[in-house]
């Protein structure tokens, strides 16, 4: 028989042990608590250790992905990493695929900053529908902390480490009941880890660029008007390809970049503060991770259950931005 629908069987989330909190922040920049909260409504974020690699909190979101949504690593045949910053510019979901001993997987990372999650979501979604693949995981891992720039007070204090997954399934039923994925590379330069080449010359008249990133560029302002215009759009449209109006939707999942942008999407598409989800005072903005990490948390806290329908929308460099509209459980 052939499934053309999936369902999303299980989640799991990893973050470093390390937190730092607003006041701490203070002894490297000019800023304060009450600075941070009241723009942000972050309060402490999670650091990895320089020991501590990405493809380390991603295996670790992942078993618990797995083992929530009871497959063994062997049955998965797709493993899906959404991450920027990799512990090997080759890619590292391979990395994942051997820890986990997931034999029979194909392993490939894709980049699409704090957008990542749900492009991976959806991609990995296809290979289901099809009828290629059976189980696919779908892991998303940032360590940014690795380039912020920790003297620039307007980043340094938005971004935190960590790690979430989730298991999808092939399914009679399906539970992905609409997406909009988006792009627009003319506002490219709102948010940035760029390349910086350093040239070095091989032998007389032929220069090479030796490799190194220059710490994240963000035009904040640009940003929040970017996401404040353009999630609650993608979300309508998402929403119009499931055929479901706003009040059907059960929670509001967004990445975790600010609370206010939290606030002024849920304000726009008019769902309710309860329905809102939202636990970056405790992580700050973790990048492709910090939707799949706020899922689980919702999840694990019996929040969100088996049937409940979630609005989620990542948006960030590229510019991308998407919604999808799924269903818990199956
Ligand atoms: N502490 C104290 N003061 C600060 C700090 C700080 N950490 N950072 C900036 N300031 C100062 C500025 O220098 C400025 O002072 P001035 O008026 O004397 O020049 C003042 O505070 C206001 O600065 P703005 O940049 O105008 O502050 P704004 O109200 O726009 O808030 C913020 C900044 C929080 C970054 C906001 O623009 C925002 O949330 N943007 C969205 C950013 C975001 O979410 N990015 C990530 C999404 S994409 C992704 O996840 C990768």
Not at 28 to 38: F, H, P, Q
Not at 115 to 123: E, Q, Y
Not at 228 to 245: G, M, T
Not at 250 to 278: F, G, M, T, Y
């Amino acid at each position: 028989m052939q499934n053309l629908g999936i369902a999303m069987t299980g989640s799991g989330s990893a973050a470093p042990a390390t937190f730092l909190d607003n006041q701490a922040l203070t002894e490297l920049v000019e800023t304060s608590d009450e600075w941070i909260t009241t723009r942000t409504g972050i309060r402490q974020r999670r650091l990895a250790k320089a020991s501590e690699t990405m493809t380390e909190l991603a295996t670790a979101a992942s078993r618990q992905a797995i083992a929530m949504s009871g497959i063994d690593p062997q049955d998965l045949d797709l493993i899906l990493l959404a991450t920027s910053t990799p512990d090997d510019l080759f890619g590292s979901a391979c990395q994942i695929q051997a820890q986990l001993g997931a034999t029979k997987a194909v392993a490939f990372d894709l980049t699409a900053a704090c957008s990542g999650f749900v492009f991976g979501f959806v991609t990995a979604a296809q290979y289901l529908k099809t009828g290629v693949y059976q189980n696919a995981l779908i892991v998303a891992a940032d360590v940014l902390s690795r380039w912020v720039d920790w003297q620039d007070r307007r980043t340094c204090i938005l971004f935190g480490d960590g790690a979430g997954a989730v298991v999808i399934q092939a399914n009679e039923k399906d539970c992905l009941l609409g997406f909009e994925i988006r792009s627009d590379g003319t506002q490219n330069n709102c948010l940035n880890l760029a390349y910086a080449s350093e040239p070095a010359e091989l032998i007389q008249g032929v220069n090479v660029g030796k490799g190194n990133f220059q710490p994240i560029t963000m035009n904040g302002k640009e940003i929040y008007r970017f996401a404040v215009q353009k999630v609650p759009e993608v979300i309508d449209k998402a929403l119009f390809r499931a055929n479901l109006s706003v009040d059907q939707i059960d929670w509001l999942l967004l990445h975790q970049a600010n609370q206010r942008i939290l606030d002024a999407v849920a304000q726009r598409l008019n769902i309710p503060e309860h329905k809102v989800i939202s636990n970056l005072a405790n992580y700050g903005n973790t990048s492709a991770a910090s939707i799949p990490l706020a899922l689980d948390e919702a999840v694990r806290q019996s929040k969100i259950k088996t049937g409940d329908i979630i609005a989620t929308s990542g948006f960030g460099a590229g510019l991308t931005w998407g919604a999808a509209i799924f269903q818990w459980g199956r």
